[in-house]
Structure formats: structure tokens, C-alpha cells
């Protein structure tokens, strides 16, 4: 399924960890007794309008709910077709935390090893739902929705997807084919807008969003696959209306020959969904298609336009260590997720045994040992968990003041009303300090390292403000404020 990425010169730089700066307070200096009532004066003057001016600078924002992020996050797995045990699987995916699971008909068989009920088993013990697709080379509709009603009736399912990558893999539809080397892209057009049909004619299924082919700005005639439903007018090969998905979804693997290697923003401009993104993104597929520069959507389209990332990920090896690659696959899943995509599952859970071997993805290395990616995850997850569900929102108040190009910041919200707050940062070398302004005084704020652990590195009591320092990866700042605007602590 994987194209191998070139080597690349190992880099030079080192990359520094990021550390906290304590809130510092200047000490007094002493006065005589008439000028303290007067100094003592003019310093609460001074406070007060100080106090005022940060209150000034900080706007509610609303937050959105921890669960919303923590379901974006998703894996592609290997079941035991490749050598991989069930028991093994539920372990990994227990371990890191993920909600979601890319998986589909391929290699699926009734006598086993991988069935339904392998991926129902996988559902009980961890509760992850799957997407569905045909992945590659599939054409067979009918054992796609006889599958996922399966799935759908134990609450299993998540999504429909298309072809996997059928510029590479090719499709055979009705007698026709398509993708590949194949001159035209009809077959694999017409396939795509007959699983839309089927999956929302159906009165179990009909509800579940379908979400689009990978890699369809290779399209080799123009067909129409750059859009989710073909506007009037947009001159295709397919007719205008055809509708093909409810969902963009892409392969934004986030090293790629336009940007082979560590570089400040890494993550963040892979999820770039506009023309300025230099790997596989939005743009070249449902923008301007990469292959043969079919015009799509509109750079203002792009912003709103539903999508998720069914493969990203990034290889180890040559400039990319293992520490680099846990940073990369860390701060990845925060920036799909604040750049618009619903969903994201990285390849791999765990390094494949197969042909495909000497392929190291995976947050597992081949014997299951997890890698630091899996350990950094866990962490993060264990730190936001949260089953729960906000009816609605609070809205926190907090502003980074001269927030720097490298640094980036997500507001959550815990179903028990904790906020909080991710600040991350994205830099090869260096780091950047910043103030986390408050909009009150919190009663307890409580700092958290994924890269560390799940205790908090730094917990403080009465402030406004807060000092940090971020290099390479998130840090979490909770805390919690009452019904009546006043703070009671946070987790």
C-alpha cells in the first residue's frame, strides 16, 4: 500500500525539549511608613489598571469538547492475515488510546483468520468503530453493505470509504476498468457514485457518511472525482450532480519529495488544506488535481469543505529517528484535528510482518514493544480522557499574546467542565516562550507533559498568567471554573 520515501541526510540540528518557565514575582523594596501608604496606593492603582489591560486582551473562545478530538483519532491496523493476533491488537489499541480503525472487505473471509466477527471482537473489548471501504482494488457492493449492517447493528460502524489509492491499485467494475494504467477513471467514477447510491438508499445504513476514494488527483480523464457532488457546469465526464461522498479524504503522508525532510511546522503544513501545502493534500486532490491540474473546489471551498485522512504517518530512518518520529505522530493528530479534519488514522499500529516488512511506520515495532509514538500517545490520551459528552460548550478565556508562527494552541472542554488547554510547539531547534493570559484569576492550574508522564509538571494556585516555554511537543493546561464564574479547581 506504501510508496518507500528516499533517505535523507541526516540532520544536524538537535532538537531541545521543551521546558516550563515559573511565574516569577519581583520582590518589594522598603519605604518608609508615609510613603508605603502612598506606594501601596499607587501599586494597587497600578495592579488594577494592569489587571484591566490583560482582561482587555483576553476574548472567550469557545471550547470544543475533548471526545470530539479524542474520536478523530485513528489507526491503520493489521489483523491476522499479517501475522498479527487479535489479542495482540486489542492490547496495542487499549494501550494508546485510539477510537477509530480503518478497515474494510479486503482479506476478509468467513472461515477466518480475519471475519466480522473478528473486527466485532475488537470493537467489544476496545470500543473503536471502523470505517468501511472497499479499500484496494474492491468492487464488490453488495458483501461491503452486507458487511457493515453487521457492523452497523453493533454500533460498530463509523463510515463508508471508497477505493484505497486506485491510481495505484486499479479497480474492474461492470466489465470495465479503471485507475491504474488503465487510460480512463470511469469505472472507478461509476463504482464510487454506486456505493454512494446503495449506502444511502438503504434504510439501515442510509445515515452513515461515505466518505470519498484516496488519491483521486491522479485522475487520468476528468471525471469528476475532485468533487463530493459534481456542480452544474463543471464540464466532467460524469454527469453534473453525480454524487460521489459526503467527505474529502486524503493521504497527506507528511514527509514527501516537495518536503523531505524536518523542517519547523512539520505537521502543521501537512494539514495545510489550501495551495500552500507541499505534500499530498487537500488542494492537489480536491483543489487542483495533481496529475492532470483539473480544477476543483475554490480556495475559499477548501476551508469549509468536509475531510479526513485516511493514511498519514511517517517512516523512520535516515534523518527520521524514532524521537522525531513519536514528536511528528504526536503533534500530527492535534494539527488535522485544529486544521478541520474530522477524522485521521496514521499508518501503522504496528510494523507489518509481511512483504511489506521493512516498512517502519508503526508505533509497534515488529515484536510489539511499543516505540516512544505509542508511549507519547498514551499519554496524551490518558491525560484528555474522556467518555462523556458536552451538551454545550463553555467558553474559556485565555489569549497567547504575540503567539509565534511555531506555536499552536486548541481549546477542550472535559465533559465535567475542566478546560484544556493544548500548547504546542513545532520547531526542529530552539524553543519560544510565551504568556497564557487568563481572563480571571484561576484557583488552580495545573500543567501537564505528554512527553513525560500523566502527573502534572507544574501546578499553581491564584493566577492569571502563566509562563511557558514549548520546543517540539504539547503541553496541557486545565483548569476548572464554576456555574458562578468563580474557580474550584481542576484535574
Known amino acids: 500500500m506504501k510508496r518507500l520515501l528516499p533517505s535523507f541526510p541526516r540532520n544536524r540540528g538537535r ?10 514575582r519581583r520582590g518589594a523594596r522598603r519605604y518608609s511608613a508615609g510613603s508605603q501608604t502612598c506606594l501601596s496606593c499607587l501599586l494597587l492603582a497600578l495592579a488594577t489598571s494592569l489587571e484591566l489591560s490583560l482582561a482587555s486582551e483576553v476574548t472567550p473562545k469557545t471550547a470544543v469538547p475533548t471526545a470530539a478530538f479524542l474520536n478523530s483519532i485513528g489507526i491503520d491496523s493489521t489483523f491476522p492475515d499479517r501475522g498479527q493476533p487479535l489479542d495482540k491488537t486489542i492490547e496495542m489499541i487499549k494501550y494508546t488510546g485510539f477510537r477509530w480503525v480503518r478497515g474494510g472487505i479486503e482479506g476478509l473471509t468467513t472461515a477466518g483468520p480475519t471475519t466480522v466477527q473478528t473486527y466485532l471482537d475488537l470493537h467489544q473489548a476496545t470500543g473503536v468503530r471502523f470505517s468501511w471501504g472497499l479499500v484496494s482494488g474492491g468492487a464488490d457492493l453488495k458483501r461491503l453493505l452486507e458487511t457493515a449492517k453487521v457492523l452497523a447493528t453493533n454500533d460498530a460502524l463509523l463510515a463508508f470509504e471508497g477505493n484505497n489509492e486506485p491510481n495505484n491499485w486499479g479497480v474492474t467494475y461492470q466489465g470495465e476498468r479503471g485507475g491504474g494504467r488503465a487510460p480512463s477513471w470511469l469505472a472507478v467514477a461509476r463504482l464510487q457514485r454506486d456505493l454512494y447510491r446503495a449506502v444511502k438508499s438503504d434504510p439501515v445504513l442510509g445515515n452513515y457518511p461515505v466518505w470519498s476514494i484516496s488519491e483521486n488527483g491522479a485522475e487520468a480523464d476528468n471525471v469528476g472525482l475532485q468533487f463530493l457532488t459534481i456542480p452544474e457546469g463543471a464540464g466532467t465526464l460524469m454527469p453534473d450532480g453525480t454524487k460521489y461522498a459526503d467527505c474529502a479524504n486524503v493521504h497527506n503522508y507528511i514527509y514527501h519529495p516537495n518536503s523531505p525532510g524536518p523542517a519547523d511546522n512539520k505537521t502543521w503544513n501537512a494539514a495545510e488544506p489550501g495551495p500552500a501545502c507541499k505534500v499530498d493534500g487537500l488542494d492537489g486532490n480536491y483543489g487542483l488535481t495533481w496529475a492532470r491540474h483539473y480544477r476543483g473546489y475554490s480556495q475559499a471551498e477548501l476551508l469549509t469543505l468536509p475531510r479526513v485522512t485516511t493514511e498519514t504517518g511517517c517512516q523512520i530512518g535516515g534523518a527520521i529517528t524514532e524521537g522525531i518520529h513519536a514528536l511528528n505522530l504526536l503533534s500530527l493528530y492535534l494539527d488535522q484535528f485544529r486544521r478541520g479534519w474530522s477524522h485521521t488514522a496514521v499508518y501503522l499500529l504496528r510494523d507489518r510482518t509481511d512483504e511489506a516488512g521493512n516498512q517502519q511506520f508503526g508505533f509497534y515495532r515488529p515484536d510489539y514493544t511499543p516505540r516512544e509514538a505509542a508511549r507519547y500517545l498514551h499519554n496524551l490520551t490518558t491525560l484528555l480522557a474522556d467518555q462523556g459528552t458536552v451538551p454545550q460548550t463553555g467558553k474559556g478565556e485565555y489569549a497567547i499574546p504575540g503567539e509565534p508562527a511555531t506555536v499552536h494552541d486548541l481549546l477542550l472542554q472535559n465533559s465535567d467542565g475542566t478546560f484544556q488547554l493544548v500548547i504546542w510547539g513545532e520547531r526542529v531547534a530552539g524553543a519560544d516562550s510565551v504568556t497564557v493570559r487568563l481572563g480571571a484569576t484561576q484557583a488552580l492550574v495545573k500543567v501537564y507533559d505528554p512527553t513525560v508522564g500523566t502527573a502534572p509538571v507544574q501546578t499553581q494556585t491564584n493566577i492569571n498568567s502563566l509562563s511557558l516555554t514549548l520546543a ?19 484535574s
Request: no cysteine; glycine share 10%.
Open 472 to 490: 517540539d511537543h504539547p503541553l496541557i493546561v486545565n483548569w476548572r471554573v464554576s456555574s458562578r464564574n468563580s474557580a474550584v479547581g481542576g
Open 15 to 24: 532538537v531541545v525539549r521543551g521546558a516550563l518557565l515559573p511565574h516569577r
